[in-house]
Each structure stands twice: as C-alpha cells, then as structure tokens.
C-alpha cells in the first residue's frame, strides 16, 4: 500500500516486516488512538488487525457499558484477559487493547512474553479532545472526564512504561505515528 512520500519506502516496510515475528501490540490510554492507528498500521503491513474491545464484545454478545454495569470491571478484566490471551496465539496481526488491560498483572505478562508492546501516549488535553467523540467509555462516566483521565494517566504509567517501546501520538498525521513506531520495533527488535 502507498504511504506519503516522507515516509518509510516500501523496500523499507517490506524489510521490517519480514523480521517481525509475534502480535504488535499497541497499549496505552483510552483516547490515545489504538485503534485507528493500529487499523492503518495493519494495513500498511498487510496483517490482520484486531481490536481487543470488539472481540471482548463480541465474546461476551453485548456492549462493554453493559458489561461493566451488569458485572463489574473485575469480571470484565478477567474477560479481557482471556480474549487478549486467544488473540496472542497468532504469529502475526496487529492488536489493539483497552486502556487499562496492561494494567492487569497476568494480561500484562502475557503481552511481554508473546507480544511486541507498544506504549502509544499522548498529553491528556490529545486524550480529552479524542475521547469526547465517543459515549462508550463507563470509566469516563464516573466524574469529569478531564481529572479521570489525568487520574488514570499517572496511576497507569508504572504499568505502560514497561513496554519495551514508548512513541508519542499527538495531534498530526498518523502516518507519523506510524513511521515512528515501525521504525522502534525495527530497532528494537
Ligand atoms: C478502558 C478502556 C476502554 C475499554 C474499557 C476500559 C480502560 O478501551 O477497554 O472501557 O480501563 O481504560 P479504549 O482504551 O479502547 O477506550
């Protein structure tokens, strides 16, 4: 697939693709663009592309609001664990996961062992702005959305700063985004 000329050349994307060799998986805050960057990356490197939420749903027939409200978070953490679990078992894809499912000891494990993790962060003022496109956060739902995010941002840091790879994703293009996480999972790998 063509990207814009500033950026990696498909020689180049071809290059880093063959060393790939387990799940990219992209971590990080509710709002910070997993998705929508883990689409396009997948894209670009023609992978499967999976997003753990969808999937959590999906297994469970019904929204994660719903899931939350009739459950608990606790039973939706340990959904979200073992769905994380069936999607590491492929060899390649792109997976995005829910904001907190790092944050979880045994998912956490899991994703270092089997997976290429990748931080995506971002300001909280980035997070804000994207997150008020969406209703279907019940972790947003609790209070003002800005001192939740700030909130779950620092608490959470110990946890996404394990991952071996951190790229910033602020406002701007996501090719950007892209470009610069392909080429830290290049060098680190
Ligand atoms: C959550 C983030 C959500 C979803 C759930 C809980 C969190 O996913 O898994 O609402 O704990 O941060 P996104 O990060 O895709 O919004």
Known sequence: MPIDP???SETEIARIKRRIDRPIVLIGMMGVGKSSVGRK???LLDLPFTDADDAIEQAAKMPIPEIFERYGE???RDGERRVIARLMEQAQGVIATGGGAFCAPDTRALILEKGIPVWLDASVD????RVSRKDNRPLL???DPREILTRLRKEREPFYSQAPIHVRSETGPHQRTIKAILQAIDEWL
């Open 6 to 8: 500033s950026s990696l």
């Open 41 to 43: 990356l997948a894209l």
């Open 74 to 76: 606790a039973s939706f």
């Open 126 to 129: 980035t997070l804000l702005e």
């Open 141 to 143: 739902r609790q209070g």
